[in-house]
């Protein structure tokens, strides 16, 4: 495998990782009871805002690396989208902005 593949695969399982996590994490305050519940509804839309940053990133990466190893002719496109969903993501996430 190539190293730009290796590198897009990493992106792509940490992406899904996270995404996950934070999935799981949204379906444990669902189950909490009502009074507990109550204390963390400030955390719910960070929380989806989270999910859909990361699983936008874990599809972008997803087509990526699907380009590059079948090495069609759109990954650098691919590629270009990718990074500008990284950044993104960074962005989103960056301390003191």
Request: charged letters at 10%; one cysteine or more; glycine letters at 10%.
């Amino acid at each position: 495998m190539r190293p730009l593949a290796v590198l897009i695969g990493i992106v792509m399982g940490s992406a899904c990782a996270l995404c996950v996590g934070l999935f799981l994490t949204w379906i444990t305050l669902l189950l909490l009871p009502a009074d507990d519940a109550a204390q963390l509804d400030s955390e719910r839309a960070p929380l989806l805002m989270a999910i859909g940053i990361f699983a936008t990133l874990t599809g972008v990466a997803a087509v990526s690396f699907y380009g590059q190893i079948r090495e069609r002719d759109w990954r650098n496109a691919a590629h270009g989208v990718l990074l500008a969903a990284l950044a993104g993501a960074i962005w989103a996430y960056w301390p003191g902005k």
